[in-house]
Structure formats: C-alpha cells, structure tokens
C-alpha cells in the first residue's frame, strides 16, 4: 500500500546534539510537511516542501532544518536540540497545494523526540 | 487568517452512547475541512473531509459531520460509540494557496464501559 513512513517511531538524543528524522512516501505526491506536536496540544506546521521549493513558516525556529533530496524523501534537522523541542514530530504529504476532488493529506505514524 | 475551536477539550461518554464533538471555524475565504482521529503514539488519520457539495459527509468507523456555513460549524457524530473510538480528535481547515493545515486543539474522546 502507497504510504508515508517515518523512521524511526521513538528517538532519544542528548541536549545538544544534532539529530536528524526521516519520512518517506510512495504516493509520488508533490507536497511534503512536517508538523511538531507538543504533549496535549495540536500539530503545529513547521515547513513544507512543494517539490524543491521550501516554504519555512514565519514562527519556526532557526533551530529547525529541512532537506528534500528527491520526491520521496524529506528529513528535519534539529540543530541543537534543547528540552522544549521534546515533542512528535508528524510528516505529511499531499498530491499538491491547490484542490481537487482527491484533495487531502497523508500522515505518517510520527516519531516522538526525548531529549535528554 | 483563520482559526478553529474545538469547544470540549474532553468527551466522556458511555458505550453505545451518541456523542457529537464540536468545531467552529473563522475564515475569510472558503473552506475545506477535516477531521482527523489520532490514537496514542501514533499519526493522525483522515475520518472525514468536506470540500464541496452535499453539507453532510460520511466517513470512516461510523463518523459523519455536517457543514453550517451560516453557523461556521462542522460538528462531528456518531449514533453509538465503541471502546475503541476512544482517541483524540481533532478538527482541521485549510488555509491560503497552500492549503496548509490549521488544527483545532483537539477533543480527547473517552468511552466508559
């Protein structure tokens, strides 16, 4: 089945330390996002990817990073984490950016970030 | 800009009961929304979305929501709950040429034995 993986589903990594989460998709679609999401509260757009053309949001943190080598891969680089970026990181995935009838976006099961 | 507000932050109900989560969204421009169920530790995934046309939009497990356009409102239900709708729900609208996502700050739904 055509989906969106992230790998790896659970990651700890030490203050400071540079880390690096992966998502990939079979879908071929054209668009791909991350969200954080902090405990009890709503995934917040970070970036998104339309093809090469990155898309930072005005509030993301410099701290954060995003790569997208080829249509299915995009990873988000955490320079250096600190204690606040704990958090589940969500990718996504849409065939585009305008509407349609097949309008809609495809999740990944997220990887939850430990920063300790 | 636009917002949405989900106006329980938590749900119980008991099995076999109906329950409606509520959303209400400010925007602009037209619309489309969604809801989405996350279950713990994991993504979300897709329940239901309204793009156009018939206001009432049936989706997966059950789950139906209605647009109100005069009410700004797009209120998810469900006739008779399971254990296993226990989850987190959130709903979503999109937003500008990108069509980005903008979530609601979700409804933790619990079903009671």
């Known amino acids: 089945d055509a989906m969106v993986i992230q790998n790896p589903r659970y990651q700890v990594t030490q203050f400071g330390k540079p880390v690096t989460l992966s998502c990939s998709q079979t879908l071929n679609h054209n668009v791909m996002y991350w969200y954080q999401q902090k405990s009890s509260q709503a995934p917040k757009l970070l970036f998104h990817?339309?093809?090469?053309?990155?898309?930072n949001e005005a509030d993301t943190p410099d701290n954060f990073q995003s790569r997208r080598p080829n249509t299915s891969f995009c990873f988000l680089d955490i320079r250096s984490p600190g204690l606040g970026d704990a958090a589940m990181y969500l990718c996504?995935?849409?065939?585009?950016?305008?509407?349609?009838?097949?309008?809609?976006?495809?999740f990944g099961s997220g990887t939850r970030l430990t920063v300790v | 800009a636009q917002s949405v507000t989900q106006l329980d932050s938590q749900v119980p109900v008991f099995e076999e009961a109906p329950v409606e989560l509520r959303c209400n969204y400010s925007?602009?421009?037209?619309?489309?929304l969604f809801w989405y169920v996350q279950y713990p530790n994991q993504g979300l995934q897709l329940l239901l979305k309204?793009?156009?046309?018939?206001?009432l939009v049936k989706g997966i497990n059950g789950f139906e929501a209605e647009f109100n356009k005069s009410q700004t409102s797009f209120h998810l239900r469900k006739p008779s709950v399971h254990i296993s709708d226990t989850a987190e729900y959130f709903c979503?609208?999109?937003?500008?040429?990108?069509?980005?996502?903008?979530f609601g700050s979700g409804t933790q739904l619990t079903v009671l034995p």
């Open positions: 925007s602009s421009v037209s619309v489309y």
């Open positions: 996504a995935t849409s065939r585009d950016l305008g509407g349609g009838t097949n309008y809609g976006y495809t």
């Open positions: 990817y339309y093809d090469k053309d990155f898309n």
């Open positions: 979503a609208v999109s937003r500008g040429s990108a069509r980005q996502l903008t």
């Open positions: 309204y793009l156009s046309g018939s206001t």
